[in-house]
């Protein structure tokens, strides 16, 4: 039977993954990192909170208990270097880690992980294989028609966000009638879209395309969408979403698929 540790951040994420793995009684043990704010039902369940350098100490204590399989669930803020307090387990792997923090770019700090949870024996889970009904498919999912122009800006926005993917930069952009309007960098996907809000036309339809990134790494770091990503498209204006088909988290799918009806909001699988 697997034991599963989840490296566990914030957001309804892993709720919805520790309701799955409770429902297929699947046993799991959460490790949580300071300074990363988490549900209060998740303090609940089987955790231990932990500073950063302590990790790999407690997963080899896991590993002994009988746990060889990791998924990471929820919004993992990036460590600073200075809160990073290493034990004797982390601090040979220090140099390493900092360098990779220094050169910048999620793909790099998570694949380092990913490869180093590989090495010391865990296996890292997809989440598409854990919670698959959370992922929607390819074309058009609702029943909203959409134009020649709608699917000409997608193939647009996909053709950009495929270009700049190599510099690790962002997964969105917002697009209206061949204009780009803003491309997601350090300020987030809903910084850009309400900062889109400004300069759209209201008389034509926008989309907001968030895609993986090429030779994204979709253990770690899958494009998501919640509930809040369509409300703050509705508010700022934006008629609907394009997402990467069956690599897209879709949180609270049910809702969303709702909330896409109840405003006349499209969703669009690439």
């Known amino acids: ?39 209060k039902t998740i303090l609940k369940k089987n955790h231990k909170l932990i500073n950063f350098g302590k990790i790999i100490s407690e997963l080899l204590e896991l590993k002994n208990l009988g746990f060889n399989h990791v998924a990471l669930v929820g919004n993992l803020k990036r460590p600073s270097i200075s809160d990073v307090k290493p034990d004797l387990n982390s601090v040979k792997i220090i140099p390493k880690f900092a360098k990779i923090l ?41 029943k909203i028609n959409l134009s020649k122009r709608i ?26 009638s061949g204009n780009v309007i803003g491309i997601e960098a350090a300020q987030g996907t809903d910084k850009l879209i309400k900062d889109s809000h400004n300069y759209l036309n209201k008389n034509e339809k926008s989309i907001l395309i968030k895609l993986a990134k090429v030779k994204q790494n979709l253990k770690a770091d899958l494009p998501t969408i919640g509930v809040k990503t369509l409300k703050n498209c509705n508010k700022s204006g934006i008629s609907g979403i394009a997402y990467s088909a069956n ?15 109840q405003n006349n909001m499209f969703l669009y699988g690439v």
């Open 1 to 39: 039977m697997k034991k599963i540790v989840l490296l566990t951040g914030g957001g309804d994420l892993p709720l919805e993954v520790i309701k799955k793995l409770i429902n297929k009684k699947i046993t799991f043990f959460c490790l949580i990192f300071e300074k990363n704010p988490v549900s």
């Open 247 to 261: 690599k897209t988290l879709f949180i609270n799918k049910q809702e969303i698929l709702e909330y896409c009806k």
């Open 102 to 142: 220094l050169k910048g770019g999620d793909n790099n700090l998570l694949n380092f992980c990913i490869n180093y949870l590989n090495n010391i024996g865990f296996n890292v889970l997809d989440l598409r294989k854990i919670i698959p009904e959370n992922f929607l498919s390819s074309g058009n999912i609702t």
């Open 151 to 176: 699917i000409d800006d997608i193939k647009k926005g996909k053709t950009i966000l495929d270009c700049i993917s190599k510099f690790d930069i962002g997964q969105s952009l917002v697009i209206q």
